[in-house]
């Protein structure tokens, strides 16, 4: 894990990140992981990344410095958000070259795999019933919505992709778990065409296990600072399969602090309180009046204790209402009105700051989430006027140690 920060108003943006990460596929632990990058020389555009490093056996870091020499070679962005649009066209591109297309096929194997293992089995229960027909369709019919009923990845379509490569794989697991439902020529195309659309959901096995992906910068057009915050999970036929968290344009004139990865601290200090008291202190509002309703004297009716805790319902929804805005009001407001006047030099220091607090507390705090943030923390303000400038950025060796360093 990581912790992030960008800091925005109309003068710029500020970026900020630890270094420390771990190595995918071990417990190895490195304080000199770099999250905080420049994605061209000739234009105003920076990343920040967090949380899972690599695209299958491909790091982020290499995929950036590559996709910063490809921006390079192309015009000017008109309008900043459209670098989702390159980052695709980038990724499509060099999909044989970082061998995307050979690593993808363990990953939408397994998944084939498990899904014909699974609904394979419940097939199979019923395949020789008088009524088997009836009876697979309802089980394909129970696939079937739990596909419908699950969150699509927008902009994202593979199922085509997926019937011309994969349908060889399909047939193998078919013969090994129910090869009896090659019978069932209807009723097998069917359950095929269920798992290619299975594919294009959000899925578990990669939500949980995420590329956060910050882009800000400025377009050709923007006068101000835009930022494009995305969540990554795979690559599948040359195409990106990502969900979109949050775009910000500064043109509203609203300043803002955006905290990535390990938010906590962060939001804590924005608003004085942490959000686990924001909700816990209303429930256990609640709860105690519950409580105490329920053991007043037996004088009272069970009746008359419902209509209690029916009337005092509300008390703990409003004392969270109440809290929020005060917190609001006394905390986050005075802040966030500071961030919308100060100038980048202020933006850079309070985001290397933010992110040092989270560090500190990382280190000495013995909650389970030891070590995974520190080491030093990069720091870069991007501006229409200066483009993108390092503030603070640890090295891969010591100047003093080479006289031609520059």
Avoid at 67 to 82: G, K, M, P, T, V
Avoid at 134 to 155: G, M
Avoid at 329 to 352: F, G, K, T, Y
Avoid at 361 to 373: C, E, F, S
Wanted: glycine fraction near 4%; aromatic fraction near 12%; charge should be negative.
């Amino acid at each position: 894990m990581s912790v992030g920060v960008c800091i925005i108003n109309r003068n710029g943006v500020a970026l900020a990140a630890d270094s420390a990460g771990t190595s995918p596929g071990n417990k190895m632990f490195y304080n000199s992981m770099n999250k905080v990058f420049s994605l061209s020389k000739r234009f105003v555009y920076g990343a920040i990344t967090y949380g899972k490093s690599s695209i299958y056996n491909v790091s982020i870091e290499q995929l950036l410095k590559e996709f910063r020499a490809f921006l390079d070679s192309q015009e000017c962005l008109n309008d900043f958000f459209d670098i989702i649009n390159e980052f695709n066209k980038f990724i499509n591109m060099k999909n044989s070259y970082y061998r995307f297309d050979v690593d993808e096929f363990d990953s939408c194997n397994s998944l084939i795999k498990d899904l014909v293992v699974v609904w394979g089995n419940k097939i199979k229960t019923v395949i020789n019933q008088d009524d088997s027909v009836e009876e697979i369709n309802h089980i394909l019919d129970e696939l079937e919505n739990n596909v419908i009923s699950s969150i699509r990845i927008d902009n994202f379509d593979v199922s085509s992709y997926i019937n011309c490569t994969y349908l060889q794989a399909f047939e193998i697991h078919i013969s090994v778990v129910v090869p009896e439902l090659k019978q069932y020529k209807e009723q097998k195309m069917r359950f095929w065409n269920i798992i290619c659309n299975y594919f294009n959901l959000s899925l578990k096995r990669e939500t949980d296990n995420v590329m956060g992906l910050f882009f800000a910068g400025y377009g050709a057009k923007d006068a101000f600072p835009k930022y494009i915050h995305l969540e990554l999970y795979t690559v599948i036929g040359g195409q990106v399969k990502y969900s979109i968290v949050e775009k910000f344009d500064e043109s509203n004139n609203t300043a803002k602090i955006q905290p990535l990865a390990q938010n906590d601290v962060i939001l804590t200090f924005c608003k004085g309180i942490s959000n686990y008291f924001l909700y816990y202190i209303p429930q256990k509002a609640s709860e105690l009046i519950n409580s105490k309703i329920e053991n007043l004297p037996q004088e009272f009716t069970d009746e008359q204790k419902s209509f209690l805790k029916t009337h005092f319902s509300e008390c703990g929804q409003n004392l969270s209402n109440a809290i929020t805005a005060q917190v609001q009001a006394n905390n986050v407001d005075p802040i966030i009105n500071s961030v919308r006047l100060i100038p980048l030099s202020e933006m850079a220091s309070l985001a290397e700051n933010l992110v040092n607090i989270t560090s500190l507390r990382r280190t000495y705090a013995i909650d389970g989430n030891q070590q995974t943030v520190g080491g030093p923390t990069d720091v870069a303000i991007l501006s229409k006027g200066d483009g993108f400038v390092w503030i603070k950025r640890k090295h891969y060796f010591s100047k003093d140690l080479n006289p031609n360093y520059k």
